[in-house]
């Protein structure tokens, strides 16, 4: 018994040992360690990040740059330039074609920043992705929303002249005249005004077809593909058409009444498919021609007003083709 | 002994009133199983068998020669599937007819696999009236 208890007091003397052994090299080694870690380690400060942000925005990789924005927010929340990583974002967004997120980001400004230079561009880009998304309305709401807040005369000035843009993109040349005529006395020379009515007052002389005549026409197979300058498609339905229709005659003459049906079903289908073409076709040569004379009409007058990316202000571009 | 132009007539009514009925049908169908979308495509248009069979073994034979993007059986396809059997037929035909001539030339072009091709989907041809 008593053997058994010096042999268990051994034991416990030994392990009791190793343990302390290894708790002190544990802690040399441990503490080895964090000198060189530290001065291994980056520091990342506000502007550290927010430049490397920039530079990745500045070299096109959006989607990068969107990350880095978010870490500048989510890590120095109280930097001053928090507003500008957000607006970045949006930008980010918008430039990477991400319009959906470009608009989210954007309404993000605006409902945290309330009439800075920012959150009126913010209202300008949330526009130009609507647009981008072919969401029109959306789009001119926005902007009369932005009418309504501001007081600033040359932002409303310019939300009028977008707005004239939206109305000419969905053809409403009406509408387009009234927003630019809104625009004051003193920005009417900024946004050559006089250049750009008189160069829209030629819309009506845009070349038109009238789908209802070119359906009109059709009754005479490929008469509506004429009148559309399809000169091909005009006499492919010609033929086709007539043959059918005096393969479906020849059958019910020779009394084969079954194979005349079968003609005359499918000939049905060409012929109503004739008619049916001509007034597309009508519809396609007109949204052609407008297309052409808004893309004209873009080319010869429209100022080109963007957010740049440096944010200095606002980058005044003009074009003029002759 | 039926008329003949009686018989056109009675052929095309039996025509409108089976498209009208396919296409309740189908829109029926569609919201039974709008959970599912997978489903509901599923549920094929027996006026589509005749295309299919053209693809499968015509086509396949004949190789792929249409000039247009979407080749025309898959415009058909595309248009019976969005608007029924009544105005897809139409504007089959329609295509049909149009096919590889001042289409080719008023469409802009989308290169695929290589080949260049006049792009004519069905909402370049339904855009005036069907949003």
Not at chain 1, 289 to 301: C, M, P, R, S, V
């Amino acid at each position: 018994m008593h053997i058994r208890t010096t042999c268990l007091a051994y034991q416990f003397l030994t392990f009791f040992n190793i343990f302390f052994l290894f708790i002190s090299f544990s802690q040399s080694v441990a503490g080895s360690d964090p000198e060189p870690d530290i001065k291994s380690s980056i520091i990342i400060s506000p502007d550290k990040q927010f430049d490397f942000a920039e530079d990745c925005f500045s070299n096109k990789d959006y989607l990068t740059a969107v990350g880095e924005y978010k870490r500048f927010i989510y890590f120095f929340p109280g930097d001053e330039r928090v507003e500008t990583a957000m607006y970045r974002i949006g930008m980010s967004y918008y430039l990477g074609r991400h319009f959906k997120k470009a608009g989210d980001s954007f309404n993000a400004v605006i409902d945290r920043y309330v009439d800075t230079d920012l959150s009126i561009k913010s209202y300008f880009m949330i526009s130009e992705a609507h647009v981008k998304l072919n969401a029109f309305g959306l789009a001119i709401i926005n902007l009369n929303n932005l009418i309504t807040l501001t007081h600033d005369e040359d932002v409303k000035d310019e939300a009028y002249y977008r707005l004239g843009w939206i109305y000419i993109e969905t053809s409403s040349w009406e509408k387009a005249r009234l927003y630019f005529s809104k625009i004051s006395a003193k920005n009417k020379t900024k946004y050559r005004l006089e250049r750009l009515s008189t160069e829209l007052n030629k819309e009506k002389s845009i070349p038109k077809k009238d789908p209802g005549l070119a359906g009109f026409l059709s009754i005479m197979p490929g008469a509506g593909y004429f009148y559309c300058e399809r000169y091909q498609d005009a006499l492919i339905a010609f033929l086709l058409n007539g043959g059918l229709i005096c393969a479906a005659y020849e059958s019910f003459d020779d009394n084969n009444n079954a194979l005349g049906g079968v003609i005359a079903f499918v000939e049905f289908g060409f012929y109503a498919g004739n008619i049916y073409g001509a007034v597309t076709s009508a519809h396609k040569y007109n949204r052609k021609q407008t297309g052409q004379f808004i893309e004209k009409l873009k080319n010869n007058t429209k100022i080109n007003l963007f957010a740049d990316v440096k944010n200095k202000g606002i980058c005044l571009a003009f074009e003029f083709m002759f | 002994m039926i008329k003949k132009p009686y018989f056109i007539i009675i052929f095309v009514i039996l025509f409108m009133n089976y498209n009208t009925c396919f296409a309740e049908q189908k829109s029926t169908v569609t919201k039974r199983h709008s959970p599912s979308f997978g489903t509901a495509e599923k549920q094929e248009n027996f006026v589509l068998y005749p295309i299919k069979f053209y693809r499968n073994t015509i086509s396949r034979a004949d190789g792929n020669r249409c000039p247009m993007y979407p080749s025309c059986s898959q415009y058909c396809i595309e248009a019976f599937k969005k608007h029924g059997s009544f105005l897809g037929w139409i504007m089959c035909s329609d295509r049909l007819m149009r096919c590889g001539r001042d289409e080719t030339k008023l469409s802009p072009h989308v290169v695929i696999h290589g080949e260049k091709l006049s792009f004519d989907p069905v909402n370049n041809n339904d855009f005036w009236w069907h949003q």
